[in-house]
């Protein structure tokens, strides 16, 4: 697809998509759980359709209408053998979390998904759940995807984890409501705590103190009403795109504001924008809110230490905004971005490079100096949704035509995505 600079300021409203991490929770909570979860605003994006495939699959009835999803549960013991693979797609999430379950069953599965996913490290996951008792393969020998998981009777551990990873918390998490005792977690610094909230709203028993999450075996979940928050991952393109083209105006409605997720607001804040916060309620255990951004001269700033986590998707938008603001903006201690859905430091490097930014890439993040224009470029995502955006929002401000390639990739996360915007500036 093809883009050209900004035709106006952007105005107006929006409400972006239902959070993705929630959306992947909800279906797989809702499975687990006696009874039936109702799930509002649900992101129907292809990550969160996969986790839907694998659980139908898995032969839980799932009945997709257009205003909600139905997930009748069959309670924690109701999963069955499946007579295929289970195929996660492009989604880190459901491979890891899935995973987590898949441990604790009385079947054997074979869990795989696209190039992208047989890329990505399952050690992380696989060594925890291995101490637990579970038995899983990496059919390629290299730690990924296709694995094979054999589940088996598990014990509970104490696990402290040397990432920041709620994919890696929540995949063990999970396995402990199949343990013979108490699990725990401890990580690093705190990572979302989107499972810890569900599972608790689900009736399990689990419970939180500082970077440890710990949750007894056996409990019962009950099928509960889920209102999903819109994507604060997703608002963070709105809020990058409006606040570096100037004189635009967004009001981006029902945004989730949990603070383990919410790290992009104190970046912002801290670079100058102009974001107004108005709190609403909350809504199945997560806080929201209604964001006003106006359009701001931008300064750099330090993104480092326990905020990474708390931002880790909006690190690509952020470092377009980067370009935008004056002085140096410098990432660190954020090496994870390197395995998520493309090496986001190389890829970003690569394509901020090409519009003519000054970037300098680092092992565990990158060093940008802001304040030089950028110009229109060939863009390859990587087929990864966040570049793709991240670079639809920088041909706002660039000088002359940018093309991005795979752009389709958005249909991971926000499949309405190039709509928004293009509206926004009419
Ligand atoms: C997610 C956790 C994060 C994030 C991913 C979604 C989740 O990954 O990058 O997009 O839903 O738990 P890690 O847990 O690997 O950091």
Do not use: W
Request: net charge neutral; with cysteine; aromatic share 4%.
């Amino acid at each position: 697809m093809k883009f050209r600079p900004a035709a106006a300021p952007l105005k107006g409203e929006l409400h972006v998509p239902g959070d993705k991490s929630i959306s992947h929770r909800a279906v797989m909570f809702g499975s687990l759980a006696s009874g039936t979860t109702c799930i509002e605003n649900f992101l129907k994006g292809a990550d969160c359709l996969s986790t839907i495939d694998c659980f139908r699959r898995l032969g839980i009835r799932i009945e997709e209408k257009a205003e909600e999803i139905y997930i009748y549960g069959n309670g924690l013991h109701g999963l069955k053998e499946p007579k295929e693979i289970l195929d996660a797609g492009n989604s880190g999430t459901t491979t890891r979390l899935i995973s987590g379950i898949l441990s604790g069953q009385s079947f054997e599965t074979t869990l795989t998904g696209d190039a992208s996913i047989q890329k990505r490290p399952m050690g992380r996951i696989i060594e925890p759940l291995s101490q637990m008792g579970a038995s899983i393969e990496s059919l390629s020998g290299n730690g990924c995807a296709p694995l094979r998981i054999q589940g088996r009777p598990l014990r509970g551990i104490s696990y402290t984890s040397p990432v920041a990873s709620a994919q890696v918390k929540s995949a063990v998490l999970l396995a402990g409501l199949y343990a013979d005792s108490p699990t725990s977690v401890t990580e690093p610094s705190l990572s979302r705590d989107h499972s810890e909230r569900m599972l608790h709203y689900f009736g399990a028993q689990i419970e939180r103190k500082g970077t440890k999450a710990a949750i007894l075996p056996g409990s019962r979940l009950e099928g509960r009403k889920v209102m999903v928050p819109g994507d604060i991952s997703s608002a963070a393109y709105f809020i990058a795109a409006a606040s570096i083209v100037p004189g635009s105006q967004v009001l981006i409605r029902n945004v989730g504001v949990n603070p383990t997720r919410a790290g992009i607001l104190k970046v912002c804040e801290k670079m100058g924008a102009d974001i107004q916060i108005f709190p609403c309620r909350e809504d199945s255990g997560e806080p929201t809110a209604d964001l006003l951004i106006k359009s701001a001269p931008l300064k750099g700033c330090v993104i480092e230490g326990s905020l990474i986590p708390t931002l880790i998707d909006e690190l690509p938008i952020l470092a377009v905004m980067a370009c935008f603001a004056q002085g140096t903006t410098v990432i660190r201690d954020a090496a994870e971005l390197k395995v998520k859905e493309s090496n986001r430091i190389d890829v970003m490097t690569e394509n901020l490079l090409a519009m003519g930014a000054h970037v300098t890439p680092a092992e565990d993040g990158m060093i940008l100096e802001g304040g030089f224009p950028l110009h229109g470029a060939l863009i390859d995502s990587h087929l990864d949704h966040r570049i793709a955006m991240s670079f639809a929002v920088a041909a706002l401000q660039a000088e002359g035509e940018t093309e991005i390639r795979g752009s389709q990739c958005v249909q991971i996360s926000y499949p309405g995505f190039y709509q928004d915007l293009q509206r926004l500036q009419n």
